[in-house]
Every structure is written in structure tokens, then in C-alpha cells.
């Protein structure tokens, strides 16, 4: 397996970050392993982390009320998991769960909010990339919303 | 734009002398469930004449004494004998249609529109993007590639439905995938609990590439809003617009371009379509009056 400073540039979400900044942020990560039905974090706790998912599958689930809790999302390969490292409260919006044996790097969130906060530039590289992954999943819940599939056609 | 043609009758065919306004009658013989609302019904004519048809062509299914509604055909084009429609229960006819016991008359006009034409994907990659029952209208262009896997590269279908219960064809998207080598990717709109797979958009499995975008064909069925955000995504990764093709669905009527209320602008679905390639579409289908 590629060591994290060897993986890092060649994915999407770090493509293009200046080679300081890379290291920066290769020095917050380490390798983890999740069990399938190990959780990567709960709602409502602190969001000091987020995921690049190397190899596995999450899903994404909210509790409800009186049965077992809704998939939201789910990620795969190369997929990032979380932001709520980077918004204010700094907390988990759902539960993540490895659906199979799964690869990941963590990032140190609150370490690299800090550097953020630091410097304003590794800070707007780091939300650009954020805000686009943001954005692909609200993109995505929006469609869903219209139930296309349900409706017919 | 790329021509794309049905097959169409044979000069001198029954079909090409029939009236095409006339219902051919057609006996059920079989009827499969495939999901809580969707059924797949065998046809076999009345006459003993096999049917010609082009994957991705549509006929006029007469539910007699209930009305007549457009349904693509879903079997296979190697075996004009049978027809297959696979119907999703939405109104009354195609209730009509999901209730017929094997030996129910039912009546047939067409086959009508233009086809997939799949194998102009040969020596390349074919994408396959399905939406709900979009996979249906799909179903005979992939047993085409699946019937000369050999001369197609890399093959994938990627398919979303609403729920793991809404997934249509279960059995033949393993058996695609073990024995034709097709990458079949399916993710849904809502997942429960125990759902393993994918949750989300059908578009975003279409961001994670894959595929050789110059060579691909990709043909997409579904839900207009979702052929448009698939195509877009298509275009983004660098598959030509005129090697996608996608599926129109309009209020089909009179199924030779007649009457007009199919018409997308100058173009009449029932005849011109219902599959048009992306750079004839692209205009009209960013255009809410169309």
C-alpha cells in the first residue's frame, strides 16, 4: 500500500494543493482500519476528523424514531467522509458505519483548523475542496428529494 | 445529429401491409413479477408471425375495453417470437396490462420509434445509465452487447433506483455480471439499514469513471431530470454528444407521427425517437416550454 504522502496527490480532493501544504496536511493523517459494522463516528459528537476512504464502504444513516436508522448516503473508494470538522458547532450531523472491512485515512480536524486559522491560504485551498464535496452531496440530496423514480414518468 | 433508425417492417411484411392503426392481437403466456408494482408480460401472436423489433423501440399496447398506452419493448430482439413489456402499474390501462393472466387477448400496434443501435459501440466502451424502470427500455440493448460481449471493450450499467425493493431484473444484474464481464454499479435513492450497497445519485457513479470517455457509446434511460444531469456528466467526463443517446418519453398517441402529441419542437417522438442523440437534445431539454 502507498504511504499517505505518496497516495495524497494523486487523489482528486488534494490535486493541485501546493507541495507545503500537502505535507502539512499529510503530517495531520494516519491510517485506519473499520470492521464492517464499526463505526467511524456518531451524531452529536465532537467532529475532530475526517475520512478519505481508500478502500470499503461507509454509510451515511440518521436514527429514526421507532426502527432501525435511514441510509443517507453512503461513500466508497477515494470518497471523503465529513465536513462537520470544518463548520462550527463541530459536530457529527450523522452516524458513519463501515458496511465492510474498510480503509481509511483520518485527518486531524481540529489540527488542521488551527493551521486554517493560521493561514488563511492553506485555509481557502482546504474549504474549496470541502465546499465541492459539500456540494456534490447536496446536489445529490436535492434530486433525490424529487423522488423521480417514484413519480411517474 | 447521428441518424438513428427503427428496424421497421420488411418491405412486403405483414407489418409493413397491416394498418398500423389496427391493434394485432397478441396472447399473454407469461407474467412475472418484478417488483411491488412491476410486471413483466410475454406476448406471443395470435397470427404465429414473429415481430421484428430494434432494442429500444416502443409499441402501442391496446388493453381492450380500457384504452391503449406506449410501452418500450424490454425482450430480447434475438427472439422476435416473444414480446416482453415490462410494465409499471401508474393508471388505469397499464393496470389493466399488470393484471392479464397468461391467455389474456391483448392488442399490439408497432413496433414504432428509433432504436439504441448499440452496435455502433463496437470496438469501444458502452455505458449503460438507467433510472427506475429506464432500465427496462435498456434491457434489450444489453442482451444485444451481452449476445457479442466479445466485440466491446469495457461495459458498464449504471443503475439507479428508488429503493433495494424498486431494483428491477435482480437475478439477470448478477448473472451480466459474472458471466458478460459487465461492471453493473446500482445505487438507490433511500436505503435501509441492512442495504450493503450504494446510496445516492446514479449521476455520481458516472463522476467515478471507469470508462474510455472518446470511445464510450452510452445510452441512458430514466426520468428526463435525471437523463439531463447524466448527460451533463457524460460531457463533463469527455463523451461526445452525439455518442450519447437518450430515451424521450412524451404522450406517444398515434405512433407514426400524426397527431402530434409526441412533438418535442420539430421533432415528432413517436417516429424521430424515442431514442435522439445528446447534441440534437441538449437544446430542447434546457428549455421548460418544450
Known amino acids: ?153 | 445529429m447521428t441518424a438513428l433508425t427503427g428496424r421497421g417492417p420488411s418491405p412486403g411484411s405483414p407489418e409493413e401491409t397491416q394498418d398500423p392503426f389496427l391493434p394485432r392481437p397478441f396472447v399473454v403466456s407469461e407474467r412475472r413479477q418484478d417488483t411491488r408494482d412491476t410486471y413483466t408480460l410475454v406476448l406471443e401472436p395470435v397470427d404465429g408471425e414473429p415481430t421484428e423489433f430494434a432494442a429500444g423501440q416502443f409499441t402501442m399496447m391496446h388493453a381492450f375495453g380500457s384504452g391503449e398506452v406506449p410501452i418500450s419493448i424490454s425482450g430480447d430482439p434475438a427472439r422476435p417470437d416473444l414480446l416482453e413489456h415490462t410494465i409499471r402499474n401508474v393508471g388505469a390501462v397499464t393496470r389493466f396490462l399488470v393484471q392479464a393472466t397468461p391467455g389474456t387477448e391483448i392488442g399490439i400496434r408497432g413496433p414504432f420509434g428509433t432504436g439504441w443501435e448499440v452496435s455502433a459501440g463496437r470496438g469501444g466502451d458502452v455505458v449503460f445509465v438507467a433510472g427506475g424502470i429506464g432500465l427496462a427500455p435498456l434491457r434489450p440493448a444489453i442482451l444485444e452487447v451481452c449476445a457479442a460481449r466479445a466485440e466491446y471493450r469495457r461495459v458498464l450499467l449504471l443503475y439507479g433506483a428508488r429503493t433495494p425493493e424498486d431494483i428491477l431484473f435482480g437475478d439477470e444484474l448478477r448473472r451480466w455480471g459474472d458471466e458478460h464481464a459487465i461492471d453493473v454499479q446500482v445505487t438507490v435513492d433511500n436505503g435501509q439499514h441492512a442495504w450493503r450497497g450504494r446510496v445516492g445519485l446514479v449521476t455520481q457513479l458516472i463522476a467515478r469513471g471507469g470508462f474510455d470517455a472518446a470511445t464510450t457509446l452510452a445510452l441512458a434511460c430514466g426520468p428526463e431530470v435525471m437523463m439531463r444531469y447524466a448527460a451533463a456528466v457524460l460531457a463533463e467526463r469527455g463523451v461526445p454528444k452525439a455518442r450519447m443517446r437518450l430515451s424521450m418519453e412524451r404522450n406517444m398517441k398515434c405512433g407514426v407521427g400524426l397527431c402530434g402529441h409526441c412533438q418535442l419542437r420539430e421533432y415528432f417522438l413517436c417516429v424521430d425517437g424515442p431514442v435522439l442523440t445528446y447534441d440534437v437534445l441538449e437544446p430542447l431539454m434546457s428549455r421548460a416550454e418544450l
Request: charged share 20%.
Open chain 1, 1 to 153: 500500500m502507498e504511504s499517505i504522502a505518496e497516495y495524497l496527490p494523486q487523489h482528486p480532493f488534494f490535486a493541485g494543493l501546493d507541495e507545503s501544504v500537502a505535507a502539512l496536511v499529510a503530517g495531520c493523517a494516519v491510517n485506519v482500519h473499520f470492521r464492517p459494522g464499526q463505526h467511524l463516528f456518531h451524531e452529536g459528537e465532537p467532529a475532530d476528523t475526517f475520512y478519505v476512504i481508500r478502500h470499503g464502504r461507509v454509510s451515511l444513516e440518521v436514527h429514526a424514531p421507532a426502527g432501525p436508522p435511514v441510509v443517507v448516503d453512503s461513500a466508497h473508494d477515494d470518497d471523503v467522509v465529513g465536513w462537520s470538522w470544518l463548520v462550527p458547532p463541530y459536530r457529527w450531523l450523522f452516524d458513519a458505519r463501515a458496511t465492510e472491512e474498510t480503509s481509511a485515512i483520518a485527518f486531524d480536524g481540529a489540527c488542521l483548523r488551527g493551521k486554517c486559522e493560521a493561514d488563511p491560504a492553506v485555509g481557502y485551498a482546504l474549504l474549496q475542496r470541502v465546499v465541492t464535496v459539500m456540494s456534490t452531496r447536496l446536489h445529490s440530496a436535492r434530486i433525490r428529494l424529487l423522488d423521480l423514480y417514484g413519480a411517474s414518468r
